[in-house]
């Protein structure tokens, strides 16, 4: 779920901000709260995926590795996650090194270091 806030009180935050999932398997992100999508940023594919504000989002996901996506309007303020596929962390580099914006540049680690 896309979250203007979540039980413990984090603001913009996505409801699950690691998931592992199998290949083939698909996510559907659903917007809570208005204003919020999925954006990916980095993947193992080099997918191109960007929804519109406050609309479901889904993805199946074919190709194994570690896929990172932020909340186009809130990436700022660590609206992130990651989806790790079939459970390769073969890319982690890549995501690591990825583009991130404010909070979510300590969250990107943060998120990283738990996987490892």
Excluded: R
């Excluded at 413990?8 to 935050?13: A, L, P, S, V, W």
Aim: aromatic share 6%.
């Amino acid at each position: 779920e896309m979250l203007n806030k979540d039980a413990n009180g984090n603001k913009m935050i996505f409801s699950q901000e690691v998931v592992k999932i199998e290949v083939g398997d698909t996510i559907t992100w659903l917007p809570s709260s208005k204003g919020h999508n999925v954006e990916m940023i980095s993947s193992p594919n080099k997918m191109k995926f960007k929804s519109k504000n406050g609309k479901e989002a889904k993805i199946t996901f074919d190709t194994p590795g570690v896929y990172y996506y932020w909340c186009t309007p809130h990436k700022s303020m660590g609206m992130i996650g990651l989806v790790v596929v079939g459970n390769d962390l073969s890319n982690l580099d890549d995501i690591a090194s990825a583009k991130a914006i404010g909070k979510s540049k300590k969250k990107l680690k943060a998120l990283l270091a738990s996987l490892k």
